[in-house]
């Protein structure tokens, strides 16, 4: 079965600098999307970047990339510049690329910004 | 943008008692799901459906949940008799496509007393 662990319960940066979330993943699979959603106080969960597995490029979203190692099966967010907005749970989560394509999250990171 | 949306947004009920919460999930779609997010806890998966059937179900769903999609364009997740620990936030999700990502609506907080 595959499962998904970020180890950072609580993370905190200062505005404007970068801070990294780290995630890590098992599956047997070769193929397969990862995600990271923020979800702020109103808790909408919302996409902020997805890899695909068979892409050797990371994603990048603005201030947003990621550090996708395939093999060991790590998946981390740095987020750049970091804004007062950006405090937020963050949930890491895997998908198949195969089968019901449903979401396997992480417990979270909460991730504050400090003036 | 199109999006998913759900209703209530907050529903309290007594334990025991029926509840139905809807979801409408973009219109072209064809994969829809379920997911439960107990208060400081992860997202964890509920149910999916797919062609008018459940195609999967988590360990959590169990008999007292039940799902439909009676029109064509909403989805519902009827719990038949609610437990305490049924309180959670409830989201319910669509895809279009497999290579596509899951947008998810903003979610059902679900209180039982």
């Known amino acids: 079965a595959q499962t998904v662990t970020q180890s950072q319960p609580e993370m905190s940066v200062q505005e404007a600098e970068t801070v990294t979330l780290s995630c890590t993943y098992d599956?047997?699979?070769?193929?397969?999307?990862l995600f990271w959603y923020k979800q702020p106080p109103s808790r909408q969960m919302i996409l902020v970047i997805r890899q695909e597995a068979y892409k050797q490029q990371n994603a990048t979203e603005n201030r947003f990339s990621v550090n996708f190692q395939k093999a060991a099966k790590s998946f981390s967010l740095k987020i750049s510049d970091s804004q007062l907005g950006d405090a937020a749970m963050y949930f890491c989560a895997y998908r198949r690329m195969t089968g019901t394509y449903k979401y396997i999250f992480g417990t979270g990171t909460r991730l504050k910004v400090l003036a | 943008e199109p999006e998913v949306t759900q209703t209530p947004s907050h529903q309290v009920t007594q334990m025991g008692q029926e509840v139905i919460l809807r979801c409408v999930p973009i219109?072209?779609?064809?994969?829809f799901y379920w997911y439960r997010q107990i208060l400081g806890q992860k997202v964890e998966f509920l149910v999916s459906?797919?062609?008018?059937?459940?195609?999967?179900k988590s360990e959590i769903f169990d008999d007292q949940f039940s799902v439909e999609r009676p029109d064509g364009s909403n989805f519902t997740l009827k719990i038949r008799s609610t437990k305490l620990e049924d309180s959670a936030m409830y989201f319910c999700?669509?895809?279009?496509?497999?290579?596509?990502?899951?947008?998810f609506g903003p979610g059902t907080r679900l209180t039982v007393l």
């Open positions: 599956t047997s699979e070769s193929d397969y999307y």
């Open positions: 999700a669509s895809l279009a496509v497999p290579t596509d990502t899951q947008y």
């Open positions: 219109s072209n779609h064809l994969y």
């Open positions: 459906f797919y062609n008018n059937e459940i195609s999967e």
